[in-house]
């Protein structure tokens, strides 16, 4: 089994982020992510559809779209959908509303599930292959991707649709966490050869980084230097 695999340039959404160059000011620790609930406008989608959508959904539907459109990939290719939080803010306000008025909605329910998102995402842009979602424990994204990239490694495809997001974690949350997690989404390619209609990197399984700020750092450095 082979152990090297090629990763496309990415996709990224990011508050305070608007270009290509911003973003490669901040791996390069010269500019910052923006700790607000900024979200894609998603003009390109139907407003109904847009209206009761997520930070995270519609940073997810961002990314997965803009790949799409500039990549002009297979839409029968399957989808890895990473996330350590999920719909953490929905999560929060369904729990507030058990604990407070004793009873849930059931659309609110259908929009906080884990795989809301990437779900979100494949009926804004009519992919229909299906997708897999990973939520790797104590926030290690190495476990994450190696999950995906094993299907490549196996031979079972030859590429896939990455794709991780993480929104703002609600205000309520700030006595238990640690460290400062910006939200973030990006997709990306994951493919056993090179990747033609775009800019594509070598990897080998060492190379992933445990962090994912540090992983998409080091993607943004090797795929525009």
Same mark, same amino acid.
């Given at each position: 089994?082979?152990?090297?695999?090629?990763?496309?340039?990415?996709?990224?959404?990011?508050?305070?982020?608007?270009?290509?160059?911003?973003?490669?000011?901040?791996?390069?620790?010269?500019?910052?992510?923006?700790?607000?609930?900024?979200?894609?406008?998603?003009?390109?989608?139907?407003?109904?559809?847009?209206?009761?959508?997520?930070?995270?959904?519609?940073?997810?539907?961002?990314?997965?779209?803009?790949?799409?459109? *500039?990549?002009?990939?297979?839409?029968?290719? =399957?989808?890895? +959908? $990473?996330?350590?939080?999920?719909? #953490?803010?929905? &999560?929060?306000?369904?729990?507030?509303?058990?604990?407070?008025?004793?009873?849930?909605?059931?659309?609110?329910?259908?929009?906080?599930?884990?795989?809301?998102?990437?779900?979100?995402?494949?009926?804004?842009?009519?992919?229909?292959?299906?997708?897999?979602?990973?939520?790797?424990?104590?926030?290690?994204?190495?476990?994450?991707?190696?999950?995906?990239?094993? *299907?490549?490694?196996?031979?079972?495809?030859? =590429?896939?649709? +990455? $794709?991780?997001?993480?929104?703002? #974690?609600?205000? &309520?949350?700030?006595?238990?966490?640690?460290?400062?997690?910006?939200?973030?989404?990006?997709?990306?390619?994951?493919?056993?050869?090179?990747?033609?209609?775009?800019?594509?990197?070598?990897?080998?399984?060492?190379?992933?980084?445990?962090?994912?700020?540090?992983?998409?750092?080091?993607?943004?450095?090797?795929?525009?230097?």
């Amino acid at each position: 089994m082979q152990n090297s695999f090629y990763i496309s340039e990415p996709f990224l959404f990011a508050p305070g982020l608007d270009s290509t160059d911003d973003w490669k000011l901040w791996a390069q620790n010269k500019k910052e992510i923006s700790i607000e609930k900024t979200a894609p406008a998603l003009s390109y989608t139907d407003p109904l559809f847009r209206r009761r959508l997520s930070q995270l959904s519609r940073m997810t539907v961002d990314v997965v779209h803009n790949l799409l459109e *500039s990549t002009k990939i297979d839409s029968n290719t =399957k989808i890895v +959908f $990473v996330s350590f939080r999920g719909e #953490i803010d929905r &999560e929060f306000k369904i729990n507030k509303s058990i604990i407070e008025d004793e009873m849930i909605l059931p659309a609110g329910f259908s929009l906080s599930v884990f795989n809301a998102p990437i779900a979100l995402a494949t009926i804004a842009c009519g992919l229909k292959a299906g997708y897999n979602c990973i939520f790797p424990s104590y926030d290690n994204f190495r476990d994450g991707l190696l999950c995906a990239v094993s *299907s490549v490694l196996s031979e079972n495809l030859d =590429k896939l649709i +990455f $794709v991780y997001g993480d929104e703002m #974690i609600p205000a &309520e949350y700030e006595k238990v966490v640690t460290e400062t997690k910006p939200p973030v989404a990006f997709s990306v390619i994951i493919s056993k050869d090179k990747i033609q209609n775009t800019n594509s990197v070598k990897y080998e399984l060492e190379d992933i980084c445990q962090n994912v700020y540090d992983f998409i750092r080091l993607h943004i450095n090797k795929c525009y230097n």
